[in-house]
């Protein structure tokens, strides 16, 4: 099965409502406007019931299908929010809000959803009931967790859930999916060393931060070199280190921050333990004080087998065995999906952006010839697995 054609034929819609989201782009929570402009649209589709305010601004709806003989209930989740990135496209429908845009393409995501939407609503050609999830607060906000939390899943009975992004570099329609680990864990670390500050003319008499934050760069380094199995996936990455004010004072405080992502729980419980023990062994040796706050984030993404060996087939219906790749590559990226996937079984899998600039780059775009691949593939999925 190719690109469904009654897609195709309103392609032109789908894309101007995704430059219309792609001109308003909300953070986080507040998609008050977005959510919105999804719950209306999916009411104009006659969809059975549409559902606001899950997990604080999430958009649930529902179709049913022409019987329920199965009692088949199958969850489609599509991310809303944006970025707080300036946007450099210089498209016709670029961002209008300042210093925000969808950088990420949550906006294609959230109409590639609303055209199977529509679709479904028309043709109900499916036995059972798909449950289509608009999720707030992915980039760093925890939306997935918060829905869930909010029931989302013991509420609307859904048995299986699948994800969809989109992966610039991939070419376009091509689909990228694997069982096991696909995405990272996200974690996070603040770490604030006190010395003992001074004079520069005088080290002697100091504590320096600065000195001690060099050392506990390079030793946590060795995480990864030394203390993680090679054969395993794993980043260790300093981002931030601030300090100092002046040229001729040695600073007391100074103040590193990073990230830290794994692809197996194991490895990451590992990660935290080992920069304790390191943080305590550079504090110690050089006389200083070190705290270390270490937040966890995102869960690995963990794609369940069954249920990636089916959304790969349904790939290979609508582009070909040629344009899958069942067992690619994971990613060190991070993914609030996996919340949902610890809740229930179910896939995320990539599709493909074209040439496009980098993810969370002020020059990406979301390529709408993409959109019928998206749609057609959420709509032969549930076809597949619910079959009238």
């Known amino acids: 099965m190719p690109i469904v054609n009654r897609i195709a034929e309103f392609q032109a819609d789908l894309s101007a409502w995704?430059?219309?989201?792609?001109?308003h782009p909300e953070l986080l929570y507040e998609v008050h406007r977005t959510a919105a402009s999804v719950a209306d649209r999916l009411r104009s589709f006659g969809l059975d019931e549409v559902t606001e305010g899950v997990g604080r601004t999430g958009v649930v709806g529902?179709?049913?299908g022409r019987s329920n003989v199965s009692g088949r209930v199958v969850g489609l989740r599509a991310d809303m929010d944006a970025l707080p990135i300036r946007e450099t496209t210089g498209k016709p429908y670029a961002s209008t809000v300042d210093g925000l845009m969808h950088a990420c393409g949550h906006d294609g995501h959230t109409v590639m959803l609303l055209g199977a939407a529509r679709y479904l609503a028309?043709?109900?050609?499916?036995?059972?009931?798909?449950?289509?999830?608009?999720?707030p607060a992915e980039e760093g906000g925890a939306g997935g967790k918060a829905m869930v939390d909010d029931g989302l899943m013991d509420r609307w009975g859904i048995q299986q859930v699948y994800g969809m992004h989109n992966l610039p570099g991939l070419p376009i329609g091509d689909f990228h999916t694997r069982p096991g680990p696909i995405t990272a864990s996200t974690d996070e670390f603040v770490i604030e060393i006190c010395g003992h500050g001074g004079h520069a003319a005088?080290?002697?008499?100091?504590?320096?931060?600065?000195?001690?934050?060099?050392?506990?760069?390079?030793?946590?380094?060795?995480?990864?070199?030394?203390?993680?199995?090679?054969?395993?996936?794993?980043?260790?990455?300093?981002t931030t280190f601030h300090a100092g004010?002046?040229?001729?004072?040695?600073?007391?405080?100074?103040?590193?921050?990073?990230?830290?992502?794994?692809?197996?729980?194991?490895?990451?419980?590992?990660i935290e333990k080992r920069?304790?023990?390191?943080?305590?062994?550079?504090?110690?040796?050089?006389?200083?004080?070190?705290?270390l706050d270490y937040k966890r984030s995102y869960p690995v993404t963990c794609n369940h087998a069954y249920e990636?060996?089916?959304?790969?087939?349904?790939?290979?219906?609508?582009?070909?065995?040629?344009?899958?790749?069942?067992?690619?590559?994971?990613?060190?990226?991070?993914?609030?999906?996996?919340?949902?996937?610890?809740?229930?079984?179910?896939?995320?899998?990539?599709?493909?952006?074209?040439?496009?600039?980098?993810?969370?780059?002020?020059?990406?775009?979301?390529?709408?010839?993409?959109?019928?691949?998206?749609?057609?593939?959420?709509?032969?999925?549930?076809?597949?697995?619910?079959?009238?």
């Open 18 to 23: 995704r430059q219309d989201l792609h001109r």
């Open 62 to 64: 529902v179709i049913r």
């Open 122 to 135: 028309e043709t109900r050609n499916f036995d059972g009931t798909a449950v289509v999830i608009f999720q």
């Open 202 to 238: 005088l080290p002697h008499e100091t504590i320096d931060p600065i000195i001690v934050g060099c050392g506990l760069t390079e030793a946590l380094q060795t995480i990864v070199s030394r203390s993680v199995d090679p054969i395993e996936s794993a980043v260790v990455s300093l």
């Open 245 to 270: 004010q002046a040229h001729n004072v040695i600073a007391e405080t100074a103040t590193l921050g990073g990230t830290a992502r794994a692809l197996k729980p194991e490895v990451r419980d590992l």
């Open 275 to 291: 920069m304790v023990d390191l943080v305590g062994g550079i504090a110690a040796a050089h006389g200083a004080t070190i705290t």
């Open 308 to 388: 990636t060996g089916l959304a790969a087939a349904v790939a290979t219906e609508i582009v070909g065995t040629e344009r899958v790749a069942a067992d690619a590559p994971p990613i060190m990226g991070g993914e609030d999906f996996s919340y949902m996937l610890e809740a229930r079984p179910g896939a995320f899998v990539f599709v493909g952006n074209g040439d496009s600039a980098d993810l969370h780059n002020s020059a990406y775009d979301f390529n709408d010839e993409v959109i019928p691949t998206g749609c057609s593939f959420w709509v032969r999925l549930v076809e597949r697995i619910m079959p009238p």
